[in-house]
C-alpha cells in the first residue's frame, strides 16, 4: 500500500520493480513544480521500500514521455527566481535520481525535451521508442538548459554532439540517440514498457547492496576519486552477506538468492 496519493504521477508495483508514470497527458506529461515534487516524494517512498529493487519512469500514452518543462510557470521569472528554480529542480529530482541506492530506468516514450531529457539523462539506463525524439530546445527561448542537461549529455555523448545539439535546438530521433550513446536501446512503442520491464526484472534478481556500491562508483568515474572509491567498495562487499550469497552460489552451481 503507498504512503501517499499523487495528482500527476501514477505508481504501479509489481514484485520487485515499480513502475512511475507521469500522467499529464493533456500538457504531453511537461514537468510543472508540482509533479517535480510527486517524482520526488515517490522516489523517497520507493528508496526506502526493501522490496522494491528497480524503478522505472515513463510517461503516460505514446506521444511524449516529458514534453519539456511547463513554461507558463516560469514566464515572468527574472534572476533570482530562475536560480532558485534551477537549484530546487535539481537538488529534488534530478540528482535524487542520479544518486538513488537503487537503478532508476527511462523507459522514453515519444518526445523527451528540455527538461523531459534531463530528467531521462539523470536516469541510470534509458531505452526508447522508435517513435521517439530527444532534444534540448532552451536556446529558441533564449535560454540554456537547467536541469543539468549541460552537465549530463557531454558525459553521454561527447562535447561535440552535445554542443550539436545544444546550439542547434533539433531533435534526435530514437535510432541516431542509440547510435550516439544517448539511449541504450529503441523498441517499437508497443514493446518498450515490456522490454524495460524484462531488463528491470534481470537487475531485480542480482545483488541489491552491491548495485548501491556501483551506481555511487559509477558516478564518480569522471573524478578523482572514483578509483579508490571502487577500491574502497569492492573491499567493503566481502564482509556482507550479499558477497557471501552470491559466492555460495556460484560455488554450489545454483541461483543465489539476495
Same mark, same amino acid.
Given at each position: 500500500?503507498?504512503?501517499?496519493?499523487?495528482?500527476?504521477?501514477?505508481?504501479?508495483?509489481?514484485?520487485?520493480?515499480?513502475? =512511475?508514470? !507521469?500522467?499529464?497527458?493533456?500538457?504531453?506529461?511537461?514537468?510543472?513544480?508540482?509533479? &517535480? #515534487? %510527486?517524482? @520526488?516524494?515517490?522516489?523517497?517512498?520507493?528508496?526506502?521500500?526493501?522490496?522494491?529493487?528497480? =524503478?522505472? !519512469?515513463?510517461?503516460?500514452?505514446?506521444?511524449?514521455?516529458?514534453?519539456?518543462?511547463? &513554461? #507558463? %510557470?516560469? @514566464?515572468?521569472?527574472?534572476?533570482?527566481?530562475?536560480?532558485?528554480?534551477?537549484?530546487?529542480?535539481?537538488? !529534488?529530482?534530478?540528482?535524487?535520481?542520479?544518486?538513488?541506492?537503487?537503478?532508476?530506468?527511462?523507459?522514453?516514450?515519444?518526445?523527451?525535451?528540455?527538461?523531459?531529457?534531463?530528467?531521462?539523462?539523470?536516469?541510470?539506463?534509458?531505452?526508447?521508442?522508435?517513435?521517439?525524439?530527444?532534444?534540448?530546445?532552451?536556446?529558441?527561448?533564449?535560454?540554456?538548459?537547467?536541469?543539468?542537461?549541460?552537465?549530463?549529455?557531454?558525459?553521454?555523448?561527447?562535447?561535440?554532439?552535445?554542443?550539436?545539439?545544444?546550439?542547434?535546438?533539433?531533435?534526435?530521433?530514437?535510432?541516431?540517440?542509440?547510435?550516439?550513446?544517448?539511449?541504450?536501446?529503441?523498441?517499437?512503442?508497443?514493446?518498450?514498457?515490456?522490454?524495460?520491464?524484462?531488463?528491470?526484472?534481470?537487475?531485480?534478481?542480482?545483488?541489491?547492496?552491491?548495485?548501491?556500491?556501483?551506481?555511487?562508483?559509477?558516478?564518480?568515474?569522471?573524478?578523482?576519486?572514483?578509483?579508490?572509491?571502487?577500491?574502497?567498495?569492492?573491499?567493503?562487499?566481502?564482509?556482507?552477506?550479499?558477497?557471501?550469497?552470491?559466492?555460495?552460489?556460484?560455488?554450489?552451481?545454483?541461483?543465489?538468492?539476495?
Amino acid at each position: 500500500m503507498w504512503k501517499m496519493s499523487y495528482e500527476n504521477i501514477l505508481l504501479n508495483k509489481e514484485d520487485k520493480v515499480s513502475i =512511475i508514470t !507521469i500522467n499529464r497527458p493533456e500538457s504531453l506529461n511537461a514537468l510543472n513544480a508540482q509533479t &517535480i #515534487k %510527486e517524482i @520526488s516524494s515517490a522516489l523517497d517512498e520507493l528508496n526506502s521500500d526493501p522490496s522494491c529493487r528497480v =524503478i522505472i !519512469i515513463t510517461g503516460s500514452g505514446e506521444k511524449s514521455f516529458v514534453a519539456g518543462a511547463d &513554461i #507558463k %510557470e516560469f @514566464s515572468d521569472f527574472g534572476k533570482e527566481k530562475a536560480e532558485e528554480l534551477a537549484r530546487n529542480g535539481q537538488n !529534488i529530482l534530478f540528482n535524487k535520481i542520479e544518486n538513488m541506492t537503487k537503478p532508476v530506468i527511462a523507459a522514453v516514450n515519444g518526445f523527451a525535451l528540455g527538461g523531459g531529457l534531463e530528467l531521462a539523462m539523470a536516469c541510470h539506463i534509458r531505452y526508447a521508442s522508435e517513435n521517439a525524439r530527444l532534444g534540448l530546445p532552451e536556446v529558441t527561448l533564449g535560454l540554456i538548459p537547467g536541469y543539468g542537461g549541460t552537465q549530463r549529455l557531454p558525459k553521454l555523448v561527447g562535447k561535440g554532439i552535445a554542443n550539436e545539439m545544444i546550439f542547434s535546438a533539433k531533435m534526435v530521433p530514437a535510432q541516431r540517440a542509440k547510435e550516439t550513446g544517448l539511449v541504450n536501446e529503441v523498441y517499437p512503442i508497443e514493446e518498450l514498457l515490456t522490454k524495460t520491464k524484462e531488463l528491470a526484472n534481470v537487475i531485480a534478481h542480482n545483488s541489491p547492496m552491491a548495485i548501491s556500491k556501483a551506481i555511487h562508483a559509477v558516478n564518480l568515474s569522471d573524478t578523482d576519486k572514483g578509483f579508490e572509491t571502487e577500491i574502497t567498495y569492492f573491499g567493503e562487499l566481502f564482509e556482507l552477506d550479499d558477497k557471501k550469497e552470491g559466492v555460495s552460489a556460484f560455488l554450489e552451481k545454483r541461483k543465489p538468492n539476495f
